[in-house]
């Protein structure tokens, strides 16, 4: 398996990636945006597989299942990022890996979901390549 650079969330993204986006306006643009840019080898196919996920924790929510039932799912998106990593690294890297982390780390309830949900959106809207 090839190699690849480990390309990480710069710091200066890091701090702005909190899923509030009446505090940090620049959420859906700027700071989507530069979590975009620092994942240049996590592939199309893979956000996809992600953002799925988050559709489908956000769909069952919206439709009234109790979020402390879907709450731990959510968080083992964490091993099913680093699983995905180990397996094809070379298809996904750190900064796509640190994205997942931070944003489930704040998802506490359904309308942080629901924020992460639109953030990974944008994020999938400026990584198209």
């Not at 090839?2 to 620049?26: C, H, R, S, T, V």
């Not at 799912?73 to 995905?84: D, G, Q, R, T």
């Not at 979901?113 to 198209?128: N, S």
Request: with cysteine.
């Amino acid at each position: 398996m090839a190699k690849f650079p480990a390309n990480k969330l710069p710091e200066q993204i890091k701090k702005e990636l909190i899923l509030d986006y009446k505090k940090y306006p620049n959420l859906f643009d700027a700071t989507a945006r530069g979590v975009a840019a620092a994942c240049k080898v996590t592939t199309s196919s893979q956000m996809r597989n992600f953002y799925e996920y988050v559709l489908d924790y956000y769909d069952k929510s919206s439709r009234g299942a109790p979020f402390d039932e879907i709450l731990p799912f959510i968080k083992m998106l964490n091993s099913k990022v680093a699983y995905a990593k180990a397996r094809q690294g070379n298809k996904m890297d750190d900064a796509f890996v640190e994205m997942i982390e931070i944003c489930v780390a704040q998802v506490e309830n359904a309308d942080k979901l629901r924020v992460f949900k639109l953030f990974f959106e944008a994020v999938m809207g400026f990584a198209k390549r």
